[in-house]
T-cell receptor, first 112, second 114 residues
């Protein structure tokens, strides 16, 4: 079983739609969860950073962590064409410094 | 906004050659990292570096790899004898407080080994 799994997409939505991106993971010891956005030929850019279970909101972005189901989500409200990118989930153990384990990424396309 | 800067953006080298990838982390950051992403695969952790020492390294980071902070601003990754399978995007990252702060990535160096 892969440690962190993401549907690779592509996920194509119309502008203004609500987007739901998800990751599942197998290691219940993961405690910190992140979402990165990666544009073509660029490095990953941090969007959301959460600890343990619960929700976190930042502007149009909401991150949810359900540790009991080993499932994390990123919601994007009022999606824009500029949101078109690959979204990577990442997570780490409590005492693992910044040794992140990444998912494979979901490619999102927001059409005007 | 301060950025992590990586040079070159693309490096082509022949198998067996040594290559050095360079990074300038954000100026007040103290913890430095290298990750890589083989085309079509996941981003993978290679090594973390703090206080002039390797803090953690993955199984990928074998004896062919080394890291150095030769002066107050640069952070380098050296691959001694490149193999075809070393072809990947190599991302440098830095943080202020290590595990208590999230990573800021550079835009990567694409390494092509022929």
């Amino acid at each position: 079983q892969k440690e962190v799994e993401q549907d690779p997409g592509p996920l194509s939505v119309p502008e203004g739609a609500i987007v739901s991106l998800n990751c599942t993971y197998s290691n219940s010891a993961f405690q910190y969860f992140m979402w990165y956005r990666q544009y073509s030929r660029k490095g990953p850019e941090l969007l959301m950073y959460t600890y343990s279970s619960g929700n976190k909101e930042d502007g149009r972005f909401t991150a949810q962590v359900d540790k009991s189901s080993k499932y994390i989500s990123l919601f994007i409200r009022d999606s824009q064409p500029s949101d078109s990118a690959t979204y990577l989930c990442a997570m780490r153990l409590n005492n693992a410094g910044n040794m992140l384990t990444f998912g494979g990424g979901t490619r999102l396309m927001v059409k005007p | 906004e301060p950025e992590v800067t990586q040079t070159p953006s693309h490096q082509v080298t022949q198998m067996g050659q040594e290559v050095i990838l360079r990074c300038v982390p954000i100026s007040n950051h103290l913890y430095f990292y290298w990750y890589r992403q083989i085309l079509g695969q996941k981003v993978e952790f290679l090594v973390s570096f703090y206080n002039n020492e390797i803090s953690e390294k993955s199984e990928i980071f074998d004896d062919q790899f080394s890291v150095e902070r030769p002066d107050g601003s640069n952070f380098t990754l050296k691959i001694r004898s490149t193999k075809l399978e070393d072809s990947a995007m190599y991302f440098c990252a830095s943080t202020v407080e290590g595990a208590n702060s999230p990573l800021h990535f550079g835009n990567g160096t694409r390494l092509t080994v022929t």
